[in-house]
T-cell receptor
């Protein structure tokens, strides 16, 4: 089944404890991206990757890192999480590098709470 | 920069009522426009899209027309069902690297 898989789905952690949210897609997609969803703010892009080894900042990259060593994986790293990073995170992928075709395939989301 | 503005929700309707969710955008160039839907506990799914002015996107009884003159892409459905209850997001593409989403509009449909 074609899908985008995120792990963990739920996580409660404490300030400063490094964590990684993994994202994997099995559709051989070129483009991958991370979004965070917050009440009243909608979805905001954190980072995106047009291809392997190519990543770039989105609208809210502060406090996050990403890497794209393989086509299928695009982990999101919080080196020193803070409470303002409490959010619902979505990974998404697209078959083309350009986004004008618009079809992003989303994972089910990872709900992160930082105490 | 690019932006998308949606009507605030929640929108509450009775089953079989007519639905309109307004969406307007600001963008340079000629963006592509999209509606995504998010059911409770799930990720977003593409509902419909339009890639140029006057295009109409449609899917599952939902429709939206790309109006360049009014920079709008309003979502409509003639007769909503309880199963349509979800959050709806309007979005635009810069044609390169980014989809910009609106804040979302929650739709609640009662029997």
């Amino acid at each position: 089944e074609a899908q985008v898989t995120q792990n963990p789905r739920y996580l409660i952690t404490v300030t400063g404890k490094k964590l990684t949210v993994t994202c994997s897609q099995n559709m051989n997609h070129e483009y991958m991206s991370w979004y965070r969803q917050d009440p009243g703010l909608g979805l905001r892009q954190i980072y995106y990757s047009m291809n392997v080894e190519v990543t770039d900042k989105g609208d809210v990259p502060e406090g996050y890192k990403v890497s794209r060593k393989e086509k299928r994986n695009f982990p999101l790293i919080l080196e020193s999480p803070s409470p303002n990073q409490t959010s619902l995170y979505f990974c998404a992928s697209s078959p083309r590098q350009e986004t004008n075709t618009g079809e992003l395939f989303f994972g089910e989301g990872s709900r992160l709470t930082v105490l | 920069g690019d932006s998308v503005t949606q009507m605030e929700g929640p929108v509450t309707l009775s089953e079989e009522a007519f639905l309109t969710i307004n969406c307007t955008y600001t963008a340079t160039g000629y963006p592509s426009l999209f509606w995504y839907v998010q059911y409770p506990g799930e990720g977003l799914q593409l509902l419909l899209k339009a890639t140029k002015a006057d295009d109409k996107g449609s899917n599952k009884g939902f429709e939206a027309t790309y109006r360049k003159e009014t920079t709008s892409f309003h979502l409509e459905k003639g007769s909503v069902q309880v199963s349509d209850s979800a959050v709806y997001f309007c979005a635009l593409s810069d044609g390169y690297s980014t989809l910009t989403f609106g804040k979302g509009t929650m739709l609640l449909v009662s029997p």
